[in-house]
């Protein structure tokens, strides 16, 4: 299943090996899902990775954020991004991860954010929009 994975999932990831998002993470990186990955999204995991005021305290190193990192893109599917669909949600930060899946035509968008992602102007029947929790009861 094509999905494109939000940063807070990527992040809780990383924060947790035992939740719902290491596993959709796990998911991921074995090709078992399909991640989606673009231009837009890269820059923001990118800056997460690096912010290193959001991992004190964590056990996962820069060097080994940043080769999960590189891990994740690798097994992830490029996708350009033509359309715009702005400004659409209430958080204008989180259009760009909306439009990458809506160009990917991925059936899931995996998010902590269901609500704010719920709550566009512009409604699609694709992709669905999920919590970590909810994409592995529906994969499995």
């Keep these: 299943m094509e999905i494109v994975q939000d940063t807070n999932v990527f992040v809780a990831a ?5 939740g719902a998002s290491a596993a959709v993470l796990d998911r991921c990186l074995a090709l078992a899902d399909q991640a989606v990955m673009g231009a ?22 820069r060097a080994e954020r940043e080769a999960l990192l590189d891990d994740f893109c690798a097994a992830a599917t490029w996708q350009p991004v033509y359309f715009r669909w702005r400004p659409n949600l209430p958080d204008a930060n989180d259009d760009h991860v909306l439009e990458l899946a809506i160009a990917s035509g991925a059936e899931h ?5 269901t609500r704010d992602f719920g709550r566009g102007e512009l409604k699609f029947l694709s992709p669905q929009i999920v919590t970590p929790a909810q994409h592995l009861k529906i994969t499995r």
């Design 14 to 18: 990383l924060r947790s090996q035992e």
């Design 40 to 61: 837009a999204l890269l820059a923001e995991y990118e800056d997460l990775v690096q912010r290193e005021s959001l991992w004190r305290g964590g056990w996962v190193t």
């Design 109 to 113: 968008l995996v998010t902590h954010n």
